[in-house]
């Protein structure tokens, strides 16, 4: 008998499971897609370590002709790869590349570390000077693939012994050798990968460094050098190797940086990043609850009243639940398969974002975890909501007292007009028998839809002002001049002078860097001033430094080492040591050795204390609005006795480019569960019409008027909406506020509470109005009720 009614099912009412069908399958494939993408990004880090060979520390010494031998014969080194840091050559094709890109200079490259995941193409030959690969970005914006070519002129040995020897202002004069490399390949390693901000690199192979060497690093020596190290233990060999290469060079203040710190910060992004993207799936899932759960409700409603006839003839009520369910459990099967393949096919553009960057295996991926259980949970969830809603419509359920509502009954002790009392009655009481509407969804859907798309709005509004202020992240100077490296701080800045008594100069302060040890944790210290016109520094916790035994932790290092706000942590510079006492916690200038939530901060004095030299010396300036500050650089050039100045532009944030990133998301969100509220204010309203009809035709024969049925129904939805803004605004803002301060202590940045000015402003009247609109067919339904059919048919 199921078959037969299943057959009668598909002829008669084909249209609304094909609907059915295909809103389940956008729905699930969108949830199953986010979802799938979300674990896909949360994991691209881990699966591209894992296949990869990759480096667990980047030795930085800063030191010209350093003696990489040393650090390769260390017992537990189990591989180095050098890189030359000295500018030696300009793009000449494709034009607009910077001339900064790598080039490798150790035959262990990409053999026994870093070995790349190849996506297209192949690794340059052995002995092959004049072949390169490239990043994915590098096609992207510069249209270059493999089998094109890229051309690049060398500077002279003579050229770069000048810039080592004299300083930034050097002429590298390009005039060496012209090479044109052809692509071969596009690779990517946790070293050699895009990043959100980047435009793609062409990397050379370590054929060119060998045939070119004092085309790179000159012929005196004073080229600078960096490694990546794999250890043979990993990286929980990192002390054992810094203690080893401590006692090898002589020197504690040589820069290392962890590679398992630098994972774990951009793993802390693309974990937000993936619990944002499922956030949007289970929103998405929220507003397809609702909308196909009421399309189902309705479904199986209109085939238990056809099937209640059969009960004369012996259909057993269980019989009828199972009939009326089975077009539903079809269309979902379909559905779901459909919906599988959707995901299936989005996952080509997954995972999104930054972790498409570090994707070891990028392109269509079947996630059997997520797929075949989301398959199977879309047709089971429809079964029971189908099942349910069959059995409450025969009449199976019992019934129920009715619930009624205070509020209502404040506004009929108020004698108000009858279309307030009774529209307030609707939207608040569920009503009895068959013409009994359930309410409380569709308060929930309202209040929940309000405090989605306002905390939403509340969260975007804090990623957009973290994404355009620097300052915020610690970063409140606007350049650099780069004076010196490796010598001793002027005890009277000439040049600081100068720039503090500029009209156009907000603030200033001079930046000796030096990298001291804490332990087993390296600390890159900053100096900073404290005079009139003292750059300003974002503090978290606590005060600047005051004396020559006081220091201020960024956030990030001060959690390494444990580190409180009164506590004292030893610091060993180069040769001196001292302990010195915590006095703040917040951000630093990032430079060459530190990002801008590691390090910290000493005085002068504190600084002279540990250090007998630095690294490097720059002026830090911010301006005022609208003012270049490379103009700066006249004034700096005036000043008698200055060498050479370098103009640097701030270190680009790659933070701000990630936060950018996320702006979408969160407008995407809001989308959604402002679908959600719609849909269940749209579909109480027009059940409570067609339920509630008998009602309303008895009110009619006794007086009511067609604008006073309509008005019942406006009165209905505006209750509603403002039920859900009393709830919904403070519960959204504070939520969104929450949520961004969780993500201000996880990236981190300074915390400015959000306010979404304009959502505030509008979501009121913008609820009001869509409220009235989704009123206005269900209204016209009430006030053309044909009286005496409705009254003959009950």
Known sequence: MSGIWLRLEIRRRWRSLVVLALLIAFAAGTVLAAVAGARRGATAIDRLVAVTLPFDAVVVPSIPGFDWEKVRALPSVAALMTIPLTPAYEVLDPPGVAPDLPITSDATTWKTIEKPVVLEGRLPSPGRADEVVILPKFTETYGKAVGDTVTVRLSTPEAVD????????????????????RIVGVIRSPWFSDTIESKGEVIFPPALFAKYQDNVLGTKGLGVV?????????????????RELAQATGRTSIDVWPAEEMKTSEQQFLVFESLSLLAFGLAVLAAALVLIGQSVTRYTAATAADLHQLRAVGMTPWQGVGNASLGPVLAATVGAVLGVGLAYGASDWMPAGAAALLEPDPGLDFDALILIPGALAVPAAVALAAVLS????????GSRPVRRSAVAGLVARANLPVPAVVGTRFALEPGRGRGAVPVRPALLGTVTGVLGVLAAFTFSSGVTDAGERPERFGQT??????LAQNGKVPADDAVRRALAQHPDVTGVTGDATGVAQSGKTAVALHTFDQGPKALPVVVSEGRLPRDDQEVMLAVNTAKTLGADIGDEIPLTGDPDRGTFRVSGIGFVPEGAHNKYFDGGLVTQEGFDALFDTFKFYSVLVAVRPGVDPQTLMDTVNKVPGVEFAYYEPPIPLVQLAQIRDMELLPVLLAAFLALLAVGAVGHVLATAVRR???????????????????WIVVTQASVLAAIGLLFGVPLGLALGRTLWRLVADTWPFAYVPPLAFWALLLVA????????VLAAWPGGLAARLRISQVLRAE
Do not use: C
């Open 162 to 181: 000048a810039i080592l020897s004299q300083g930034p202002t050097g002429d590298l004069a390009f005039t060496g050798p012209t090479l044109t490399a």
């Open 226 to 242: 960096q490694a990546l190290v794999r250890l043979k233990g990993g990286p929980a060999a990192l002390p054992t190797f810094k």
């Open 390 to 397: 069959a059995w409450a419509a025969l009449g199976r359920l």
């Open 477 to 482: 100077f606007h350049a650099g001049i780069y």
């Open 692 to 710: 509630r009809s008998h009602e309303v035709a008895v009110m009619r024969a006794l007086g009511l008027t067609r604008r006073q049925a309509r």
């Open 765 to 772: 009247p913008v609820s009001l109005v869509i409220a009235n």
